[in-house]
């Protein structure tokens, strides 16, 4: 049980229904450092200690958020992906999957997924696709991919090329084993053709004061978190095709500017094989 911030307790009667505002939820703090509103002050109180003990974790953020848009500008752009699976979507803000790739592609379909109430609470706002593109959204917990790929198969068509975007998830996922079914089980449901986009939080890149943050947050934070090398990432992707220019800093991931590394690897893959039509 994580232990407790001192901030001041949100009055009963202004807690929203279903939502702990007693321990800092990671979409909420993640919102936070994003620069948004929906969060509390026990969000704030872990966040701010937590980019006291590690100063780039805005940058992280940010340049996670900027990688998330070339990477589906890129899918719906040049890789003609039509189909986007967002996993561990975090709470709206203002480049979202879907209107990223809609300003691409018109009729792009787009699922998003998450197990935060809050993210549920505000999904309206993801789901604001104008026809004829399609969004929907699954409360659903990574660790049942199989459940995932049942409620997507309302919205994506398995049958043709999908992207299913993986960022800052997979750090919730603290078994190498457990994170290697998922992908697998997620990649294996996917045509040849399709890809996966990740991110995750790594000590290396200079990230080895990650550690001490990470520690904090696991003491005081939900849900608990890893980092991974670059080794046991590119593990998670065994049987996939790295797409130029691979496993890098997310920040240096095709930069539309200079950029220079923070600690936060992004990749795209690609599943081999022939594409269906
Ligand atoms: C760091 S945020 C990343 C949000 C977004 N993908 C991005 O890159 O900006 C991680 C998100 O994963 C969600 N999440 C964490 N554990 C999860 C789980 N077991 N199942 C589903 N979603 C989860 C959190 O609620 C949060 O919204």
Redesign the pocket.
Known sequence: MPQELTTDPVPEHERPAGIDVTVA???RV?NYWLGGKDNFDVDRAAGDQVKALHPGIVQV?LA??AF?GRVVRFLAGEAGIRQFL??????P?AENTHQVAESVLPAVRVVY????PI?LAHARALLTAAPPAVTSYID????DPDAILQAAAQTIDFGKPVAI?M???LN??LDNAEAQRIVSRLTDAARPGSYLAL?HPTMELGGEGNAEAMRFWNEHAR?PIRARSAEEIERLLAGLDLVDPGLVSCALWRPDRPATAIPHYGVVAVKPGRPSA
């Open positions: 939820h990671n979409a993640w953020a996670d958020r998330l967002d996993i561990g979507t975090g709470l803000t997924v998450d197990n935060d993210v659903a917990d990574v660790h975007m960022l800052g998830i919730f996922v991110s849900p």
